[in-house]
């Protein structure tokens, strides 16, 4: 009995084990390969060197492709945030019949195929004129970070203890006041938490920006499609690199908030 | 704090109006498209769909990778949950843990598959260790194939899985298997009779979210086949970016687009109301 638990028990944690290395092999292979020395891609790396990273921060599309991912993300958070709290609180607050069919529109960017919303805003811009533009880019990225700042935002504030605002309302204070110094602070963790995940999602996307971009307007991960599919070196390996620096301290970020096993459970 | 009518209008309306304006009006222009040829109404599009073996066949590829990747990443994903939410006690072991599954989640898929490029290539990681081990004497061809994509995709994939499960697994109640531990169970009969089936909405829900994922896959199917095969998410990327044609571009949308709605149906249908990503789970 005692035996066969423990050979359980073995069995169990060796599979983990493999399923942990499994999960984080190819990012570490994309970091090894970064730091090659050699000027093909070696794993393990031949010598370390940081060259590829400084070929890459000296090169001027890459750059200005970083930079319109970043601010891609950001505006598109922004906007989200502004555009999904709104919704958040009112499906929170009421009970309407509607309130599902509402929550299913806003949620549905999530699941629905994102290859087709870009191919579908791609029609709809072509037609309206702004095909290829950043404005349809920002409208894409809004739209597939909105989900996540309202899912978010109504774990929080399903949560909430209804009390606090009532005892702010019996002492004076305004609705607008309510939200802002009381609703709003508290919900404030999840809600970063939250707009974090949606920033990511925005800064890694491929398959809605593809539609939309054009050599001169060209974010990050569709710059980095189009390199992979032709060519690799060791200058792509440390751009990708790069990403996932960005995505452990995002990780990192969002465990301070909210601590990162309890986001799951919103 | 309650919301009145008059204000629940106020608050809604922009982000309606947004949403309505890009995002159901451009699937409305699809949907239009996809009823056309260029002299006007026509079901031109759909008849070339259904007509020969090629998208048919296309469609089945699409579902067959899906179907191994739901499978390969519930086989990885179902023991990680476990440990995850049921064997680890201490808190920051089992942050790490969550730290481990999120990362490659943060990681875009491009960035992800570009690893497998580099894992499965002729000398890469994997052919260099089997050849050194001595298992084989020649590399395998392990790119640019439906074994690469499923390797890819199920590597994409397992982070929902493992979260979805992880989410439903976190919430059994402990007493129930310290019930069937005092009336004599052993650990497997316990986890078999007791602990798997409660679990069985969040492998449900995973498994549809997994499949409904990799169905409209493009990425990855991209990289790793290296063009020597088709999903349905690159034809419909073709007759966009490369032909230009967009009548058949938003059949192809549409057909795409129906079958997710389907699954999703599925998924509202099944889901546990905890299960992560989909349209059902509210709170």
């Known amino acids: 009995m005692m035996a066969s638990n423990f050979l359980g028990r073995f ?68 906007s989200a945030l502004v555009l999904g709290l709104p919704v958040a609180l009112v499906l929170s607050r009421t009970r309407s019949r509607i309130n599902s069919v509402i929550a299913g529109l806003f949620l549905s960017p999530l699941v629905l195929p994102t290859i087709v919303v870009g191919a579908a805003l791609l029609q709809f811009a072509a037609q309206m004129g702004f095909a290829r533009t950043w404005v349809a880019l920002y409208v894409g990225h809004t739209i597939l970070v909105i989900p996540y700042v309202v899912r978010t935002g109504l774990a929080s504030l399903s949560g909430l203890q209804l009390v606090l605002e009532e005892a702010a309302q019996d002492l004076g204070a305004t609705r607008i006041e309510t939200f802002f110094l009381v609703t709003l602070p508290i919900i404030k963790p999840g809600v970063i938490a939250g707009a974090l995940f949606g920033l990511i999602i925005s800064w890694v996307n491929v398959e809605l920006s593809i539609f939309n971009s054009t050599a001169a307007l060209m974010p990050l991960p569709v710059k980095l499609f189009n390199y992979v599919q032709y060519s690799i070196d060791p200058m792509i390996a440390a751009v990708s690199a790069s990403t996932i620096y960005v995505a452990v301290l995002i990780v990192f970020l969002i465990d301070r908030l909210v601590g990162i096993d309890r986001f799951n459970s919103g | 704090m309650y919301i009145n009518q008059r204000a629940a209008l106020i608050l809604l309306a922009v982000p309606l109006l947004f949403l309505v304006a890009f995002f159901a009006v451009p699937f409305g222009v699809v949907l239009l498209d996809s009823f056309r040829n260029e002299s006007g109404f026509s079901l031109d599009q759909y008849v070339k769909l259904v007509d020969g073996w090629f998208y048919a066949e296309t469609l089945w590829f699409t579902f067959k990778i899906s179907a191994w990747v739901t499978l390969v990443s519930f086989i990885i994903g179902y023991p990680l949950a476990y440990v995850m939410t049921r064997v680890i006690q201490r808190r920051w072991l089992r942050r790490l843990m969550y730290v481990i599954v999120i990362t490659p989640l943060f990681t875009s898929n491009i960035v992800r598959s570009f690893g497998w490029m580099i894992l499965l290539g002729r000398r890469g990681l994997i052919n260099e260790g089997l050849l050194f081990v001595g298992v084989i004497d020649r590399p395998l061809m392990l790119l640019n194939n439906e074994f690469a994509i499923v390797v890819g995709m199920a590597y994409i994939m397992t982070p929902f899985m493992v979260l979805t499960i992880a989410a439903v697994l976190q919430n059994i109640d402990s007493s129930l298997e310290h019930a069937a531990r005092d009336l004599g169970a052993n650990p497997l009969t316990t986890f078999c009779k007791i602990t798997f089936p409660l679990s069985l909405p969040g492998v449900v829900a995973g498994a549809l979210i997994v499949f409904t994922l990799s169905v409209s896959a493009y990425v990855t199917p991209s990289i790793l086949s290296g063009g020597k095969k088709t999903v349905m998410s690159m034809l419909i990327y073709q007759q966009y970016a490369a032909l230009f044609d967009f009548h058949f571009g938003a059949a192809l949308a549409v057909a795409l687009l129906m079958t997710t709605l389907v699954l999703i149906s599925f998924s509202m249908l099944l889901a546990p109301k905890h299960a992560h990503g989909t349209p059902s789970s509210r709170s």
């Open chain 1, 11 to 78: 069995i169990l944690y060796a599979f983990c084990l493999l399923a942990v290395i499994f999960l984080v092999l190819p990012l570490i292979v994309i970091i090894g390969v970064s730091l090659t020395a050699t000027e093909y891609l070696a794993f393990p790396p031949k010598g370390l060197t940081l060259r590829w990273y400084m070929a890459f921060l000296q090169d001027r599309s890459y750059l200005s492709s970083i930079g319109l991912s970043a601010l891609l993300a950001v505006g598109a958070t922004a």
